[in-house]
């Protein structure tokens, strides 16, 4: 195990041990260093991996606000990491839009079994008003179908599955971009993509859990068949 790995594990057991918690400054470089027996680079070095997996904010210069403080962004880590396995081609197209599916449908179902949240359902309910505007073009679409999906999985209530899925935002944006380029008639399928989307919102304020499940299947896995995404 190398040095910085072993500052990262004694970091993690700190967290672990309650040892720090969200919002307090994780010790001095110079003096990280010296309690965990290790050099200053290898500390700095296990910063930069814990400030690009979300864990913690820093910030230079003297004062109350300077090192590094614990936060919690769990998907700004997965985030990048699914870009990065994205584009290196390591990580198919088939295999994030499967994953929606597992994710996304079980978010669906518990978020029909919890739908008491008015706020959020009109939240999501806007995203489907502004999607069914003609004149929309296909970013703004996209931007406000995004939107929707995460909403939805909000208001499952599993800050895991919310965190993953937001950490997926950039790899699924782009294969969906790329499959809103590909259809001939964009108006035709924005259209039919919103009537699911008011359908599965329907099926989430009804409490159908079944319904809102089988709905949110079809959604993405139809659009992925229309766009011919999976034959390239």
């Not at 994780?26 to 814990?50: F, H, K, Q, T």
């Not at 995004?146 to 919310?162: M, P, S, T, Y």
């Not at 079944?210 to 034959?231: Q, V």
Request: negative net charge; hydrophobic residues 45%; glycine residues 10%.
């Amino acid at each position: 195990m190398r040095t910085h790995e072993r500052v990262l594990a004694q970091i993690e057991a700190g967290l672990s041990a309650g040892k720090w918690s969200i919002g307090e400054r994780l010790p001095a470089e110079r003096a990280l260093a010296e309690e965990l027996g290790v050099s200053r680079p290898s500390v700095r070095e296990a910063i930069r991996i814990l400030e690009a997996m979300g864990i913690v904010r820093t910030a230079v210069g003297s004062g109350p606000s300077a090192g590094a403080t614990l936060i919690d962004r769990p998907a700004a880590g997965l985030g990048a990491a699914v870009r990065l396995h994205v584009a290196s081609g390591t990580l198919p197209v088939s295999d994030v839009v499967r994953t929606r599916v597992l994710l996304e449908a079980g978010a669906v179902r518990d978020a029909a079994a919890r739908a008491t949240d008015d706020a959020a359902l009109a939240r999501a309910g806007a995203h489907v008003e502004a999607m069914a505007d003609p004149a929309l073009d296909a970013a703004a679409f996209l931007e406000h179908d995004q939107e929707f999906h995460i909403e939805l999985a909000r208001l499952g209530g599993n800050q895991l599955v919310e965190a993953i899925l937001s950490g997926m935002r950039a790899a699924v944006a782009s294969y969906v971009t790329a499959g809103a380029e590909a259809v001939q008639e964009w108006p035709r399928t924005a259209a039919r993509l919103c009537a699911e989307h008011r359908a599965i919102l329907d099926a989430v304020t009804r409490h159908d859990g079944d319904e809102a499940e089988r709905l949110m299947r079809e959604h993405i896995e139809g659009f992925y068949r229309e766009t011919g995404l999976g034959e390239r």
